[in-house]
């Protein structure tokens, strides 16, 4: 999914970073890279 | 400036008019006059209606202010299709103009406002809802004759925000010797496939 948003759909990490941070399951930008 | 007298005139009385007019009048000028007349039953209709915002009013009287294309096309067709011959049939148009203008002009509505159906939501799981106190085959309770029989479905589509990526929080039991201190931990329930940052976050 992260792959998926990062390449398909142009999120960079950090707006996702912010998007999980505001729904309450924080996933930092750096953590972010492991999966992908 | 002073202000005019208000006169009001039948349609008839200012068509007597324009008859005279013909006659003694230059064409030139027999058509200026002509033309205000026209004007004039034209303006006194729409007030007389009392539909008419001030701001319609004016794109009516002005016409549109944007040159998009439906509101050109729409203008010249209507020059086009309705050019007065004589006086009558200049009163008569505008008489029909005031009737049909006063609504808004016919937009086509633009596409793309329609519905998925619910089996477009391919990757949505599916909950089986069956009816409480019902199954197939019993009496039913309305008519208390007849029986009820499976029909098809209604089918309704949830669509609830979620975020992007979601997270479970697994605590796994550990039992710890009070003795030896071996420590027994809880195997969790689900495999993932092996991953760093999952490894990472165990080991935290």
Known sequence: ?36 | MKEPELVTATQQELDEILALAKTSFPHKHYELLEGVLATFVFVMLKLQNAKTSIKRFQRMLFGARTELKRNVLDADTKVCAEQPVDAAAAGAAVLDDAVDDGDKPARKPKPGHGRNAAGAYSGAPIVECEHPRIDSGDRCPQCDKGRVYDSPPRTLVKVVGQAPLGATVYRLQRLRCRLCDAVFTAPCRRRWPPCPSTTRAVRR
Do not use: N
């Open chain 1, 1 to 36: 999914m992260i792959a998926l948003l990062r390449y398909g759909c142009g999120l960079p990490h950090f707006r996702l970073e912010g998007l999980q941070a505001s729904l309450y399951v924080p996933l930092p930008d750096a953590t972010q890279w492991g999966p992908v």
